[in-house]
């Protein structure tokens, strides 16, 4: 996650949210490895913009039906304005990566 965090953002910016980083924010693993379950993965940058994840669900409860496509468009035009340079591609598999280590799960169809 942090790999494709890198590729998109470069290595001067990798957007931990409000950097909320303790303790009971760690989980480690079975096999030993350190897990980080309150980063937010895909948000552009710290300017108020809502996690990428559960925008689909916040949009439909505020009554506009946005397909998960139309969703995730809008969010990569947020992000290059603001300088990244992910792609569809990069974005759901950073999207998937950060189901796979916070054992998230639904992605409201932004990972397809």
């Given amino acids: 996650?942090?790999?494709?965090?890198?590729?998109?953002?470069?290595?001067?910016?990798v957007?931990?949210?409000h950097l909320d980083l303790k303790?009971?924010?760690?989980?480690q693993r079975?096999?030993?490895n350190v897990v980080l379950l309150?980063?937010?993965?895909?948000?552009?940058?710290v300017t108020g913009l809502i996690?990428?994840?559960?925008?689909?669900?916040v949009l439909r409860q505020a009554g506009h039906e946005l397909s998960p496509n139309r969703?995730?468009?809008?969010?990569?035009?947020?992000?290059?304005?603001r300088g990244a340079s992910w792609t569809a591609g990069t974005l759901k598999s950073a999207l998937r990566a950060y189901a796979a280590a916070?054992?998230?799960e639904s992605l409201h169809g932004l990972d397809r």
């Avoid at 969703?71 to 290059?80: E, F, I, K, N, R």
């Fill in 1 to 13: 996650m942090l790999a494709a965090h890198l590729d998109a953002y470069g290595p001067h910016l």
């Fill in 71 to 81: 969703v995730l468009g809008l969010y990569l035009d947020a992000t290059a304005a």
């Fill in 30 to 32: 079975a096999d030993g």
């Fill in 102 to 104: 916070t054992g998230l």
């Fill in 51 to 57: 996690d990428l994840v559960p925008l689909p669900a």
């Fill in 15 to 17: 957007p931990l949210g």
């Fill in 38 to 45: 309150d980063v937010e993965c895909v948000r552009p940058d």
């Fill in 23 to 27: 303790p009971e924010h760690l989980r």
